[in-house]
């Protein structure tokens, strides 16, 4: 079993201006079971639209994304409902994505009843369990939202998301929004799910240093394109791709300190307009190995060592 | 050794009906051409400590005792006049988001005109003066940028042109709000690097209030640690991030992922939350969340003891094995 994701492109139509947004431009990727993918990429780059994709909450403008051989898109309902009850997302901002007027017990029992998972009779018991599970009181059941703290309110999107008892996890920025001192312990329960569910998750984060601490796999997005793709280890030691360099060398580390190369400026300019896309490699206006044969052929992921792909030619 | 710029001694922050401690007691000093960091969570008391030297702080929040010496001047005691005069001079701020920070409908080159206007005359030397700024902060096309209004410029030249502003009239203090917290990494390096520079060359004090410490490690020169509105540990930075002494530095430093370490183990968490410090009342206000509690942390509030190398507030320090 597993997640193909196959030259996907999306684009948006600003209706206003007549302009088309270049979000996704041909993203393949293959994501096996049981594996962690991490992705990042700073803003714009495309990663939270992939991650909607994958749950079928966007649909590609081209190419295709199948999920244990079904083809994931929003033609058919009930498809799409068979579809969200093995493939689920977490939010970043757990604010937001739970309903305030409603106690978290109903927020979590809602999930259930629309999967039909559990008999009528059974649903308090198994929202029980999913608090549990995620490491929450359950006397915390009918509590609102307001009255948990951030980190609570993590807990139950994930308790709600684990309800529909789905195989796949595509988490956006799970843990960006809470407190510091609180982030560990999110990121601790997230390994500990996977290990005893055995699931499989799509991490997506601009954070370098929690992608690194739970991927198995990396890739790096840069305007809607993978440039890089590896494993956490080649990623992080052994980056080749200028663009995942540079990413690597502004990611702020608290185990390097006194360090003035920390300040140095790895990376001039800024991310160009997905409008816009510059010709040939996207990021060649801000590369310094530039030559001018990048400004016309886009390069395209090639395997340089056992699966360490780079879309380089420089390289 | 010099006198300290800014020197808060016992400052307490609450609410002014229903009192309520925001911050107690805290005390640190700036020396001229010093940085130092405030680290903290969200409701550490990081931002009213800043907002309270500027005289800034927001409607029903006051300064319920203490003193800010700044240059000679008890700020807390000084006139609405004299804080004018001082803030956006001699003390500057830069905020986290520069969107709602600048005026959206004036164009940039009138907003910068206004800093200078409001503390001194213009003349003919003062939009060159202006575009010198621009230039000095790495904004591209000057002349247009005086132009423009901030909605047609990246998070990141938005961030540029409040520097801009902050350093405009050379100040001695410039205090900086998690002005990197809403950029992307490789943007938010470039502003690193060039508040550092800019303070380097100018020789200015700075203030720097953060939830990342990373981002401050190789910026600052000493760190101050807040926690429920109390400081519970402060230090240069190689003391405080190679050996921690209070437990919640301690406990924040390994729960966070590096890039150093290989083995990739287990996050060390601090259970609970952090506490009101309303509620904190005569304990110290880390002890619920504390592996290392006795009955001593409940019975009092440890003081912060040390030198400005080190100190920490703590009953059982780190280093007490």
């Excluded at chain 2, 922050?13 to 001229?32: A, G, H, K, Y």
């Excluded at chain 2, 203030?207 to 519970?232: F, P, Q, S």
Aim: include cysteine; aromatic fraction near 4%.
């Amino acid at each position: 079993m597993s997640l193909d994701i196959v030259n996907v492109e999306k684009r948006y139509l600003n209706r206003a201006s007549g302009t088309t947004i270049n979000a996704l431009n041909g993203v393949s990727i293959k994501v096996e079971v049981g594996q962690t993918l991490g992705i990042v990429g700073e803003s714009g780059c495309g990663k939270s639209t992939l991650a909607r994709a994958v749950v079928g909450l966007e649909v590609p403008s081209a190419g295709s994304i199948t999920w244990d051989g079904a083809v994931i898109d929003n033609k058919a309902k009930d498809r799409l409902k068979s579809h969200h009850s093995q493939v689920q997302l977490v939010f970043q901002d757990p604010y937001s994505s739970l309903n305030p007027r409603q106690q978290i017990e109903y927020s979590i029992a809602e999930a259930i009843e629309v999967h039909g998972l559990v008999a009528k009779d059974k649903i308090t018991d198994r929202v029980t369990e999913l608090l549990v599970m995620v490491g929450l009181d359950p006397d915390l059941r009918n509590r609102y939202p307001h009255q948990l703290s951030g980190g609570q309110r993590q807990r139950v999107c994930i308790a709600r998301a684990l309800s529909a008892e789905p195989k796949l996890l595509v988490l956006d920025e799970p843990v960006s929004a809470l407190d510091v001192s609180v982030r560990a312990e999110v990121m601790n329960l997230l390994i500990d799910l996977r290990k005893n569910l055995g699931l499989t998750y799509i991490f997506i984060s601009h954070d370098l240093a929690m992608i690194r601490y739970i991927s198995d796999v990396i890739a790096v997005m840069y305007l809607g394109k993978i440039v890089e793709f590896g494993t956490w280890e080649e990623i992080i030691e052994n980056p080749v791709h200028p663009y995942t360099k540079a990413l690597i060398a502004a990611m702020p580390d608290h185990s390097i300190i006194g360090d003035p190369t920390m300040l140095a400026r790895t990376l001039e300019g800024e991310v160009p307009d997905p409008v816009n896309l510059p010709s040939g490699c996207s990021f060649h206006s801000r590369c310094a190995l530039a030559v001018p044969s990048c400004s016309t052929v886009a390069p395209t992921l090639r395997n340089i060592s056992n699966g360490h792909l780079v879309a380089c030619s420089e390289v | 050794m010099s006198n300290p710029l800014l020197s808060v001694s016992g400052l307490g922050i609450s609410t002014v009906q229903d009192p309520r401690t925001l911050v107690n007691s805290v005390s640190f000093e700036i020396m001229p051409g010093e940085a130092v960091g405030v680290v903290g969570e969200s409701g550490s008391g990081k931002t009213l400590t800043a907002l309270s030297i500027l005289g800034l702080l927001p409607r029903g929040v006051a300064i319920a005792g203490g003193s800010i010496i700044f240059n000679g001047t008890d700020l807390t005691k000084a006139d609405s006049e004299t804080m004018r005069n001082l803030r956006g001079s001699d003390i500057s701020m830069v905020y986290q988001d520069p969107m709602t920070a600048l005026n959206p409908v004036m164009k940039l080159g009138r907003q910068l005109l206004e800093v200078i206007e409001s503390h001194e005359k213009l003349d003919d030397g003062s939009v060159a003066r202006v575009e010198a700024t621009l230039r000095e902060v790495g904004i591209p096309q000057v002349e247009r940028a005086m132009e423009s209004y901030p909605h047609e410029f990246s998070g990141g030249m938005r961030q540029r042109v409040m520097i801009a502003m902050a350093l405009l009239l050379s100040p001695k203090l410039l205090i900086a709000d998690e002005p990197t917290t809403a950029l992307d990494v490789t943007i938010q390096q470039q502003i690193l690097a060039l508040v550092s520079e800019q303070r380097r060359k100018r020789d200015m004090s700075m203030l720097w209030i953060t939830h990342d410490l990373g981002v401050v490690a190789n910026l600052v020169d000493r760190l101050i640690v807040m926690y429920a509105g109390n400081i519970v540990e402060a230090g240069t930075v190689q003391e405080i991030f190679t050996n921690p002494q209070h437990p919640y530095t301690h406990g924040l430093l390994s729960s966070l992922p590096s890039r150093t370490d290989k083995s990739r183990k287990r996050l060390t968490s601090i259970p609970g939350v952090p506490q009101k410090p309303w509620l904190v009342g005569d304990t110290c206000a880390f002890a619920p969340r504390c592996f290392k509690v006795t009955a001593e942390c409940t019975a009092s509030a440890p003081k912060l003891v040390g030198s400005l190398e080190k100190s920490v507030a703590c009953f059982h320090p780190m280093g007490d094995k």
